[in-house]
């Protein structure tokens, strides 16, 4: 990655209309410097990496000095010199060839042919100085030190090792060997030791720096691609997500969050984005946003109008922690759940709706086993009361009437009448016979007003047991279950027996259970009601219902309906306890539903086995002991 792209990187952030930050702080001395060197490169270099950049910078300020030292010895030194058109002459050549050096930076992709001339330049110029100059202290200078130093960063290890010993070769062998000296070769060879040192140094030193610019390269591309995958998913989302500081200024955002706070408050660029809101909410703000910079993650709800329409939006602030562990921002997502609470109220308004419609499925269900049972009971009375109006027609009434008619006519002579008279003579075996029918009819009436009286007293019995259950919902009392199960099997017993379907019970002793009655009982009339429609529809012979009522642990009551009908399809049964879902012709798909929910009201359960189609089906509700809080 390179410094440049980093730096226009940072600087486009900067620009960017979504920071509100002030203006960047007054240029430093190094950073104009900077500037002036790199004006000097071509743009190639300048967009090259950091380690490039930094030779290209250091070559032109090699380039710099040396020009200004050619220039003050033009001016101050020509003049005076042993030899001026000599020196005269050098320091032109070396005009020319360092401002030709520096020309050609403005047009280079690479800095390595201008900095092998310099290197060379400046290797030539130390090794021909000593021979010039024909003194030990002038090949022995300290100047030397600057080519290992100056061509291992321009050039690389190995032309600055090249250039390294060509000034440790003319240092410690060729000069004593031209201008021996009374010392001899011991200080040459002692400094041109320490030239190869400084090339060592210098490459170390060198080494150590590209290892940790390579380690920042990478922390620096693993940091840039670490912020683009963040840019992108917060980019990616609808929601607005911004970045604020201490005092609530906008530092960064998303799209979304940029289009928000431009339509509602027209931008929040420059300020604190609390100030922009209306009077009723700036104060609610403050708070969470007190509470955020003490630390907490706030959540909160808030009322905003939007295009002239009324919102809801859901705000997180979390908190930025800085160095020292302290909070130094918080970071805003919020999110449009408008339409969320708009559904939620619609949630409600419908599960409102569906307990009215359980209770009046309830009701209706109750209802109609009311009037079933009563129009079987009414069947019976009615034919009781045809067949007393038969019999009654048929009493021989009028027969007793004639006997009476004829005794009176003969009240004057009656020992006469029953002695000589044929009639009167028949007359005791008829009374006789007559008596005996009238008993007879008499003992068949009474058989009949007794089976009247039962129908009766059945139909009573059934309005009783409804007005004992007609009370509002949501009362708890104890209730026996088995004589709840009873009062539901009442309701549909004249219908068993007219199908021929078999009862069994197995109800274990078990206390009372604190309960909704309502509730249990609508449980109860709908698995009821379910088994005789499975066992109507069955064709086998050996129709029977079972009803169970037991504990499966200690606090719960268990009870089980089971049929031998049609049973249950098993891709039917995930789909049995659903609302609408239904198997009847003539179902409204309620009943199971409005059960399993009454269930869970009541803190239980209701399941369904069914070994397949044909084998009928078990329900079983379990539910606890004693009252719990309603289920939501």
């Not at 016979?433 to 007293?457: C, F, M, N, Y």
């Not at 104890?478 to 709840?484: A, S």
């Amino acid at each position: 990655m390179h410094s440049t792209s980093i730096m226009s990187a940072g600087l486009e952030r900067q620009r960017s209309p979504r920071s509100v930050l002030s203006a960047a702080p007054r240029q430093s001395p190094w950073a104009w410097v900077l500037g002036r060197l790199d004006a000097c490169l071509s743009e190639s270099l300048r967009q090259s990496s950091p380690v490039e950049l930094s030779r290209g910078r250091l070559l032109v300020g090699i380039l710099g000095m040396l020009l200004l030292f050619d220039l003050l010895v033009l001016l101050f030194y020509v003049r005076v010199s042993p030899d001026p058109l000599r020196t005269g002459s050098v320091q032109l050549v070396c005009l020319v060839v360092f401002s030709g050096t520096l020309w050609t930076l403005r047009r280079a992709s690479s800095i390595r042919v201008p900095a092998l001339l310099l290197c060379f330049i400046v290797t030539v110029s130390v090794i021909a100085e000593t021979w010039l100059i024909a003194n030990q202290a002038v090949a022995v200078n300290v100047m030397a030190m600057l080519v290992p130093m100056l061509t291992v960063y321009l050039v690389g290890l190995g032309w600055g090792l090249f250039f390294t010993l060509l000034v440790a070769a003319n240092m410690g062998l060729v000069h004593p060997l031209l201008f021996p000296t009374p010392e001899g070769l011991g200080l040459n060879a002692w400094s041109a030791l320490f030239v190869l040192c400084g090339w060592l140094v210098t490459w170390m030193f060198l080494a150590s720096r590209d290892e940790a610019h390579a380690a920042l390269e990478q922390a620096l591309r693993t940091e840039r691609e670490n912020e683009g995958k963040l840019v992108s998913l917060l980019e990616s989302t609808d929601d607005p997500v911004c970045s604020l500081d201490a005092q609530g200024r906008v530092i960064t955002s998303n799209h979304a969050g940029e289009a928000l706070c431009l339509r509602l408050f027209g931008g929040a660029q420059g300020r604190p984005l609390f100030d922009a809101l209306p009077p009723e909410q700036r104060e609610l703000w403050k708070q969470q946003v007190e509470r955020t910079l003490g630390g907490q993650r706030v959540r909160f709800q808030v009322d905003i109008v939007l295009d002239e329409q009324p919102r809801v939006m859901d705000i997180s602030l979390s908190p930025i922690f800085g160095i020292e562990g302290r909070p130094v921002g918080m970071t805003l997502f919020g999110r449009d759940i408008t339409a969320l609470k708009e559904a939620e109220a619609r949630l409600s308004e419908l599960h409102r709706g569906l307990l009215d419609v359980s209770r009046q499925a309830g009701m209706a269900e109750v209802a109609t086993g009311i009037l079933h049972n009563v129009g079987n009971t009414l069947n019976s009375v009615n034919v009781s009361v045809g067949i007393l109006t038969e019999r009654l027609r048929g009493l021989r009434v009028s027969g007793v009437a004639r006997v009476s008619a004829l005794l009176r006519e003969q009240a004057q002579d009656l020992p006469s009448f029953f002695n000589k008279d044929p009639r009167g003579q028949q007359l005791p075996a008829y009374l006789e016979k007559l008596s005996q029918q009238l008993a007879a009819e008499q003992e068949a009436l009474l058989a009949e007003t007794a089976a009247l009286g039962q129908s009766v007293d059945h139909i009573k019995a059934v309005v009783n047991m409804q007005q004992s259950h007609a009370r509002g919902s949501g009362v708890l009392e104890q209730v026996p279950v088995p004589q709840l199960l009873s009062d539901a099997l009442r309701l549909h017993a004249v219908s068993f027996e007219r199908l021929g379907i078999q009862v069994h019970t197995e109800y274990a002793h078990i206390p009372p259970v604190v309960v909704d009655r309502h509730k249990l009982l609508q449980i109860l009339l709908n698995l009821v009601s379910n088994a005789r429609h499975a066992l109507l529809d069955s064709p086998r012979e050996d129709k029977r219902l079972t009803l169970r009522v037991g504990q499966r642990t200690p606090g719960w009551v268990r009870i089980e309906v089971a049929d031998n009908g049609v049973g249950i399809q098993p891709e039917h049964q995930t789909r049995l306890f659903t609302q609408g879902f239904t198997t009847k012709k003539d179902g409204h798909g309620f009943g199971l539903h409005i059960s399993a929910l009454a269930a869970s009201e009541m803190g239980g359960s209701l399941t369904c086995i069914s070994p397949g189609q044909g084998r009928g089906a078990t329900f079983t509700v379990e539910i606890p002991s004693q009252a719990v809080e309603p289920r939501e």
